[in-house]
Antibody, heavy 117, light 106 residues
Framework: QVQLQESGPGLVKPSGTLSLTCAVSGGSISSSNWWSWVRQSPGKGLEWIGEISHSGSTIYNPSLKSRLTISEDKSKNKFSLKLISVTAADTAVYYC??????????WGQGTLVTVSS | DIQLTQSPSSLSASVGDRVTITCRASQSISSYLNWYQQKPGKAPKLLIYAASNLQSGVPSRFSGSGYGTDFTLTISSLQPEDFATYYCQQSYSTPATFGQGTRLEI
């Protein structure tokens, strides 16, 4: 069964860049699926960030699009998130997940990223 | 963006109770509505997809219904492990959006 695991720095300075990676096991990111990032903060609840397809196409949340890049590394079976110019409002638990017929399943365990100096 | 409004925001119940949670969409989303359960410190878990379809491995005491703008998640007989927060999510249009959550507590 597919499993996902997020990794990356837990602390990012304001105006810096948030970079996370999601390692996929038990399945290939080259399969006919999309792969997504979702974040959860106390103030905004669950927020869909964006996703990438098996062929590298991307769809981003318009609210984040100007600061966001989602990419993939097929050789390592991973996909990544890069968010620039972060502020305290970007502090959240970040999850990676597979998109399946519009649902998010399964999810990684999540990683807390705090934006603070 | 499509807004999803859940009610109630929190709910106190007892083991064995029948519980219903409502999710209302700001516009029609056909059957493109999914439900998730989240326990403290854990990732959300898919329970129901396409409004009424039970995800594999999810107990049959969970059920979903609705179409258009009004949807419900029902737990027929609460078990101790069901005390958690529940979220609805629409997949009708981009960006996907979630309800604000319903916290189910004893």
């Amino acid at each position: 069964q597919v499993q996902l695991q997020e990794s990356g720095p837990g602390l990012v300075k304001p105006s810096g860049t948030l970079s996370l990676t999601c390692a996929v096991s038990g399945g290939s990111i080259s399969s006919s699926n999309w792969w997504s990032w979702v974040r959860q903060s106390p103030g905004k609840g669950l927020e869909w960030i964006g996703e990438i397809s098996h062929s590298g196409s991307t769809i981003y949340n318009p609210s984040l699009k100007s600061r966001l890049t989602i990419s993939e590394d097929k050789s390592k079976n991973k996909f990544s998130l890069k968010l620039i110019s972060v502020t305290a409002a970007d502090t959240a638990v970040y999850y990676c997940t597979r998109v399946l017929i519009g649902t998010f399943d399964p999810w990684g365990q999540g990683t807390l990223v705090t934006v603070s100096s | 963006d499509i807004q999803l409004t859940q009610s109630p925001s929190s709910l106190s119940a007892s083991v064995g109770d029948r519980v219903t949670i409502t999710c209302r969409a700001s516009q029609s989303i056909s059957s493109y509505l999914n439900w998730y359960q989240q326990k403290p410190g854990k990732a959300p878990k898919l329970l129901i997809y396409a409004a009424s379809n039970l995800q594999s491995g999810v107990p049959s005491r969970f059920s979903g219904s609705g179409y258009g703008t009004d949807f419900t998640l029902t737990i027929s007989s609460l078990q101790p492990e069901d005390f958690a927060t529940y979220y609805c999510q629409q997949s009708y249009s981009t960006p996907a959006t979630f309800g604000q959550g319903t916290r189910l507590e004893i």
